[in-house]
């Protein structure tokens, strides 16, 4: 595999992963801007400005955009988080100068033309009605407005009715003319790709943008953690928990997404064996760490019938606290060979590889080797993951959302206050 990066004028940034064995490429524009960009009257408008790139430029019509890219077997697909925004293509290695004319096409000479953007504003407003008819978002939702209260990353991305009802064509290009920088944007293609000419596509079709950095969001609070009941007719009790993780540059961000893969990351961690093999609470259990840019969200989810929900929470706040003091080598071991073989077998997909290094762009400053990824995992031991554990348990209060009927939430909620008890936090110190 061969990396190369190359920076151009307009602070664009353009790196190239060339896969010689294959004959297919995956290739997208990712955008350093995202749900907490939006000031509080903007609110969905970076998702609802990813639907309208498919919506018709000055050049082509909605229709004639994806019928070009399928016409030659390939297919365009895009997504907004909470700090990026992606348009990407999959496409066989002749046609990607056709993808990179597309993808500039719908980022630089967008028509947002009324009649679609109206439609394109009430189909936003069926998925967000789907939403709050799916129990695992709902739950979410209200779990990171008490995590990050009255701040943009605490919101949903798809932005409510009423403020979808306010965005017109010219809020769109006032967003995308701010956010939309060339010190903030990344072209990444992997696959069978040519470096040298994807960087002279790339620095004719995207010369227009702006060499001056975007505005930056304002800084991550977490808050102050407690506790939400939301009652809902249902069959299951959808519990959730969250604490302030770390960002994606802390030195102990490997330490503690070991620690999160040994809690609930898998089949083998010790979540799932406890209160799914063992006690049979659960049909899913399982813990994540999301890394921003100045925060992280350590997170735990799991659906239960509402009589068991207090056993439930009750044994979690056991498992985890056992676990912050009684990590063994083993597991570490296991946790480490999971991120590796993640790691690796990313490698063999183009598409998860063009993602992985515009990531690394946008948070490092420049992809990351596989042999510094592979030295970051290894130098994880059990001291440092214990370590990253009772940080974890010290840094935050937690939060806590159960969704659901029945008496048992309440209590629930309440045993959680007992996964921050003062014994874990004067370990730390």
Same mark, same amino acid.
């Given at each position: 595999?061969?990396?190369?990066?190359?920076?151009?004028?307009?602070?664009?940034?353009?790196?190239?992963?060339?896969?010689?064995?294959?004959?297919?490429?995956?290739l997208g524009v990712w955008a350093g801007v995202g749900g907490r960009d939006e000031e509080p009257n903007e609110h969905g408008i970076s998702?609802?400005?990813?639907?309208?790139?498919?919506?018709?430029?000055?050049?082509?019509?909605?229709?004639?955009?994806?019928?070009?890219?399928?016409?030659?077997?390939?297919?365009?697909?895009?997504?907004?988080?909470?700090?990026?925004?992606?348009?990407?293509?999959?496409?066989?290695?002749?046609?990607?100068?056709?993808?990179?004319?597309?993808?500039?096409?719908?980022?630089?000479?967008?028509?947002?033309?009324?009649?679609?953007?109206?439609?394109?504003?009430?189909?936003?407003?069926?998925?967000?009605?789907?939403?709050?008819?799916?129990?695992?978002?709902?739950?979410?939702?209200?779990?990171?407005?008490?995590?990050?209260?009255?701040?943009?990353?605490?919101?949903?991305?798809l932005g409510t009715a009423k403020t979808l009802k306010n965005f017109d064509r010219d809020m769109l290009r006032g967003y995308l003319a701010?956010?939309?920088?060339?010190?903030?944007?990344?072209? =990444? %293609?992997?696959?069978?790709?040519?470096?040298? #000419? +994807? *960087?002279?596509?790339?620095?004719?079709?995207?010369?227009?943008?702006? !060499?001056?950095?975007?505005?930056?969001?304002? =800084? %991550?609070?977490?808050?102050?953690?407690?506790? #939400? +009941? *939301?009652?809902?007719?249902?069959?299951?009790?959808?519990?959730?928990? !969250?604490?302030?993780?770390?960002?994606?540059?802390?030195?102990?961000?490997?330490?503690?997404?070991?620690?999160?893969?040994?809690?609930?990351?898998?089949?083998?961690?010790?979540?799932?064996?406890e209160v799914r093999e063992k006690r049979g609470l659960c049909y899913s259990i399982y813990t994540f760490h999301a890394p921003y840019t100045?925060?992280?969200?350590?997170?735990?989810?799991?659906?239960?019938?509402?009589?068991?929900?207090?056993?439930?929470?009750?044994?979690?706040?056991?498992?985890?606290?056992?676990?912050?003091?009684?990590?063994?080598?083993?597991?570490?071991?296991?946790?480490?060979?999971?991120?590796?073989?993640?790691?690796?077998?990313?490698?063999?997909?183009?598409?998860?590889?063009?993602?992985?290094?515009?990531?690394?762009?946008?948070?490092?400053?420049?992809?990351?080797?596989?042999?510094?990824?592979?030295?970051?995992?290894?130098?994880?031991?059990?001291?440092?993951?214990?370590?990253?554990?009772?940080?974890?348990?010290?840094?935050?209060?937690?939060?806590?959302?159960?969704?659901?009927?029945?008496?048992?939430?309440?209590?629930?909620?309440?045993?959680?206050?007992?996964?921050?008890?003062?014994?874990?936090?004067?370990?730390?110190?």
């Amino acid at each position: 595999m061969s990396v190369d990066v190359t920076k151009l004028p307009s602070g664009l940034t353009v790196v190239t992963d060339t896969m010689p064995h294959l004959e297919t490429a995956a290739l997208g524009v990712w955008a350093g801007v995202g749900g907490r960009d939006e000031e509080p009257n903007e609110h969905g408008i970076s998702h609802l400005l990813e639907h309208m790139a498919f919506k018709g430029t000055t050049r082509r019509s909605s229709r004639e955009i994806v019928e070009e890219i399928e016409a030659v077997g390939g297919d365009l697909n895009a997504g907004t988080s909470t700090e990026t925004t992606a348009y990407y293509a999959r496409v066989m290695k002749a046609d990607v100068p056709l993808a990179l004319d597309v993808l500039s096409d719908i980022l630089t000479n967008p028509s947002f033309v009324p009649d679609e953007l109206e439609r394109e504003k009430s189909v936003i407003v069926q998925e967000i009605g789907a939403a709050q008819d799916t129990p695992d978002d709902v739950v979410f939702e209200h779990l990171n407005e008490l995590c990050f209260p009255d701040q943009p990353m605490g919101r949903s991305l798809l932005g409510t009715a009423k403020t979808l009802k306010n965005f017109d064509r010219d809020m769109l290009r006032g967003y995308l003319a701010t956010h939309y920088r060339g010190p903030d944007m990344v072209v =990444a %293609a992997a696959g069978a790709v040519d470096h040298k #000419r +994807v *960087v002279e596509e790339a620095a004719q079709k995207f010369a227009g943008f702006d !060499a001056t950095p975007a505005p930056k969001p304002q =800084a %991550a609070m977490f808050g102050k953690g407690g506790s #939400r +009941v *939301v009652h809902r007719d249902l069959e299951q009790a959808h519990l959730t928990l !969250a604490l302030e993780g770390v960002p994606q540059t802390d030195l102990s961000l490997f330490s503690l997404q070991v620690f999160t893969n040994t809690l609930g990351g898998g089949m083998s961690s010790r979540l799932f064996q406890e209160v799914r093999e063992k006690r049979g609470l659960c049909y899913s259990i399982y813990t994540f760490h999301a890394p921003y840019t100045d925060t992280g969200f350590f997170g735990l989810y799991t659906g239960t019938d509402p009589g068991d929900a207090p056993e439930m929470m009750e044994v979690i706040v056991d498992v985890i606290n056992d676990a912050v003091e009684t990590l063994t080598e083993a597991e570490i071991a296991r946790a480490k060979a999971q991120m590796k073989a993640g790691l690796l077998m990313a490698l063999e997909s183009c598409s998860s590889r063009a993602e992985q290094l515009a990531r690394h762009v946008l948070a490092y400053g420049r992809p990351l080797t596989v042999e510094e990824l592979v030295t970051r995992i290894d130098a994880v031991s059990v001291e440092s993951t214990r370590n990253a554990a009772h940080a974890l348990l010290s840094r935050s209060r937690p939060a806590v959302v159960a969704l659901g009927s029945g008496r048992g939430l309440d209590t629930a909620v309440s045993f959680a206050e007992g996964l921050t008890k003062p014994k874990a936090k004067t370990l730390l110190h």
